[in-house]
C-alpha cells in the first residue's frame, strides 16, 4: 500500500482496531468474510457489509472469505447462491480461494456439539418450542430450568444419537447450551444449537436431519477459517456473548473476535429480505431484479453503477450509532458517477416533427463530442437539417402567458 493510499482511504472504528491489532502484533494479517444466508437476493444493505468486509481485506493486503450461512435448507435454494456470487462479483470484489459453505463444516460441528456434552454443557431438551419459549422467561423475568436440563453426560449422548438418526420427530427434541437461565441477556438461557428438520440441503443432500444454528455455526465456522476480525451489524452485539461462550468452552485453536456495526436503513426501503420474498411471492414485482426492488441486482438493472454503490458505502461509513439515510445520498452518488464517466447522447421521448421553412435544405453533419469534459471518449456525427424533432411537451398551439415554449408567433425564453 502506497502512502497516497494509505492517506485517502476511510478511516472507522473497526480500522482503528485492525491497524492497533497489527501494530501490537495480535495479528499478522487481516482475515474477513462475508458470510450471507441464501434464502433470497441481496439488497443494498448487504452492499455495506461487502464493501466493509472485502474492502478492509484489500487494503491491508489480507484475505476475504464468501461463506455461505446454509444451516436452514427449508429457506434455502442454489438460485440465491448463484445470484450472490453474481452480485459479489458485480460489486468489483474476488473472494479467497473457493466458495465456502457453513454445511462443509457440519461433521466438525457435530463433534464440538459432543464436546459439549462430554462436559456437561449441551443437553438434548424435549420441551415443545412453545413451551422453551415460555421457560426461557422475558427481559423482566429470569428464565426457568427445563425438567430436562439435569439429565446424565450418557443420557443426552444417547438422545442425541437418536436425534441424529431421525428417532425424533420435527419440534419433538432439540439439543441446547447449559449456560444460565437467570442470564440478564436472553441469548445466554440455554440456547438451543441444534434442531431437527426433515429437508433436502442443496449441498449435502439428506445427509443430516439435524442442523446447526447460527450462533453454534458462525463461530465455530469462522474459527475453523482462521478469521481474525468477525464483522456483524448490531443486532447480533449481545449473541457476541454466545460466540465467546461456545469457543472458550471447546477445543479450537483460533479464537476470532466478533465487532459490530451499524446496519444500512434506507429511507423509505424495504429491507427486510422476508417482506422482499412476499413481493416476489405474491407476484407485486417481476422478480428479485425488478427495478423497483432495494436489491442489488435490481439496482443494477435500473441504471445503478457498481462504482456508485461502492462509492456511497464509503460516503456513509461504518458506525455503531444507529441512523436512517435518505435515498437522495444513493442517488447523488450515481449522477456524479454518471456525470463523470457517461458518455452523453440526445433523445427525444414523445417526438413531434418541426420543419424550418427559411433555411437551406442541404443537410450538415455536425460533430459533437461524446463527454463535454473528456475528449478522450471521442466524438460522435449529428446531422443537421430543416427537419428536425422536438418533445411534444415542448410545443402548445394555444400560447399561455406563464408558459414561455415554442408556440406559434411567439419567441423562445
Given at each position: 500500500m502506497t502512502m497516497n493510499e494509505a492517506d485517502t482511504r476511510p478511516t472507522n472504528f473497526i480500522r482503528q482496531i485492525i491497524e492497533e491489532d497489527l501494530a501490537t502484533g495480535k495479528h499478522t494479517h487481516v482475515y474477513t468474510r462475508?458470510?450471507?444466508?441464501?434464502?433470497?437476493?441481496?439488497?443494498?444493505?448487504?452492499?455495506?457489509?461487502?464493501c466493509l468486509n472485502f474492502g478492509i481485506a484489500e487494503d491491508y493486503q489480507g484475505q476475504c472469505n464468501l461463506r455461505f450461512d446454509?444451516?436452514?435448507?427449508?429457506?434455502?435454494?442454489?438460485?440465491y447462491v448463484n445470484s450472490i456470487q453474481e452480485d459479489v462479483k458485480w460489486l468489483g470484489f474476488n473472494w479467497n480461494g473457493n466458495v465456502k459453505y457453513s454445511s462443509d463444516y457440519f461433521d466438525d460441528l457435530y463433534q464440538y456439539a459432543i464436546e459439549l456434552i462430554k462436559k456437561g454443557l449441551a443437553y438434548v431438551d424435549e420441551l415443545s418450542p412453545d413451551a422453551i419459549r415460555e421457560y426461557r422467561g422475558t427481559l423482566k423475568q429470569p428464565g426457568k430450568n427445563s425438567p430436562y436440563r439435569d439429565l446424565t453426560i450418557e443420557q443426552n449422548l444417547?438422545?442425541?444419537?437418536?436425534?441424529?438418526?431421525?428417532?425424533?420427530?420435527?419440534g419433538k427434541a432439540c439439543l441446547r447450551a447449559k449456560i444460565d437461565m437467570s442470564s440478564s441477556f436472553i441469548v445466554m438461557r440455554d440456547p438451543v444449537l441444534y434442531r431437527i428438520k426433515y429437508?433436502?440441503?442443496h449441498q449435502s443432500g439428506n445427509k443430516w436431519c439435524?442442523?446447526?444454528m447460527y450462533d453454534f455455526t458462525h463461530c465455530i465456522s469462522d474459527a475453523l477459517e482462521g478469521i481474525t476480525h468477525s464483522l456483524c451489524t448490531l443486532e447480533f452485539q449481545d449473541n457476541r456473548r454466545l460466540y465467546d461462550w461456545v469457543l472458550d468452552n471447546i477445543t479450537i485453536d483460533c479464537h476470532p473476535r466478533q465487532y459490530?456495526?451499524?446496519r444500512l436503513n434506507l429511507a423509505y426501503t424495504v429491507m427486510s429480505k422476508r417482506k422482499l420474498n412476499q413481493l416476489v411471492a405474491e407476484n407485486r414485482v417481476e422478480n428479485w431484479d425488478d427495478p423497483r426492488m432495494p436489491t442489488i441486482s435490481g439496482l443494477r438493472r435500473r441504471g445503478y453503477t457498481a462504482a456508485s454503490i461502492r462509492e456511497f458505502c464509503r460516503r456513509i461509513g461504518v458506525t455503531k450509532q444507529d441512523n436512517t439515510v435518505e435515498m437522495a445520498a444513493l442517488e447523488s452518488?450515481?449522477?456524479?458517477?454518471?456525470n463523470e464517466n457517461a458518455p452523453r447522447a440526445m433523445a427525444v421521448l414523445d417526438p413531434i416533427k418541426l420543419v424550418i421553412e427559411n433555411m437551406s435544405a442541404d443537410e450538415q453533419m455536425l460533430t459533437m463530442y461524446n463527454h463535454p469534459n473528456k475528449p478522450e471518449m471521442g466524438t460522435r456525427q449529428v446531422?443537421?437539417?430543416?427537419?428536425?424533432?422536438?418533445?411534444?411537451?415542448?410545443?402548445r398551439e394555444e400560447a399561455n402567458r406563464q408558459y414561455k415554449r415554442l408556440v406559434l408567433g411567439k419567441e423562445v425564453r
Open positions: 462475508f458470510p450471507p444466508e441464501p434464502n433470497g437476493y441481496l439488497h443494498i444493505g448487504h452492499a455495506k457489509s461487502i446454509d444451516t436452514n435448507p427449508v429457506k434455502e435454494d442454489v438460485e444417547q438422545l442425541f444419537d437418536k436425534m441424529r438418526a431421525g428417532g425424533f420427530e420435527e429437508a433436502e440441503h439435524i442442523y446447526p459490530e456495526f451499524s452518488c450515481i449522477r456524479d458517477d454518471l446531422p443537421f437539417s430543416p427537419e428536425l424533432y422536438i418533445d411534444r411537451a415542448d410545443f
